[in-house]
């Protein structure tokens, strides 16, 4: 994506967060491994193991590449930052009008199994040249590699999805989240996959129309217990569990804040929303799915919890 540059410095400072004690199933997370060093932007298939799974045409940013700034670290043609990590990171559009999006894709070492749960990480930080800064950053995890040549939208419902806006372009900030895996999934992609109307924007600049997003240290860890207790929602009863026609959801003690709800079948396609849910107890009708498993997604302060439900 190319727009027009503003330049300031950048300081790094990150937060810790307690994510699954496994090991890394995202090879060269911090974009470190290159085929060769960048010669100028749009040149993810530089990092080794990343590519675009579309025709968009997402950046590599590396320390080794000199001329004009252009995809180096900290300058480049759409700001300045430091890394996160080593000398490299990886950058995306994820808005601009009309629809045009941009993805970052890659082959996880090894298949996710069914059933278990994942705890996922990144750093992100917005670029100056954007003049928006957007909420839905997510990742979605697929069974099969994907190669769509557009530039627009692609059709997935991610299994993790960031719920504020992210405007920080001094600093990294780290998302996190968790859900439980369908089974085979193999592939990882990242950028936003909501249209222009679906996509929460936050005018920071008069830069231009768009939102640009740097993305470093990425991580997807099997969750150990204590990342499921620190990290997400606790006391969330479901019942009964399997169940033909509803199941009954209490939140428990959440600190009395409002969440989200959202119902999404074994491909990921999301079947029903609630917002703004400030009910103890909700139940949700499934009679009318034809289909044996679901899975729901609960929200609420930047936390959220993917259970699976049976339907026998």
Partial sequence: MKTL?????????????????????VPNPSFEDTVQCPSSTGELFNSVNWNSPTSGSPDYFNSCHTLLNNASTPNNFFGNQNPYHGNSYAGFGAYQLPNVREYLQVQLDSILQSGVNYCVSYYVSLAEVSGYSIKQIGLYFSNTLINNPITTTLPFTPQIENNSFISDSTLWVKVTGMFTAVGGEEYLIIGNFNNDVSTDTLGVSNNSNASYYYIDSIEVKRCSPSSIDENHLNNIKISPNPANDYFNIDIGDNNNAPYSLKLYNAMGQELFSLINVKSKTTRIDISKYNTNLLFVKIESQNKSFTYKLLKP
């Fill in 5 to 25: 540059l503003k330049i300031s410095l950048s300081l790094i400072i990150s937060s810790t967060c307690l994510i699954g004690n496994g090991q890394n199933l």
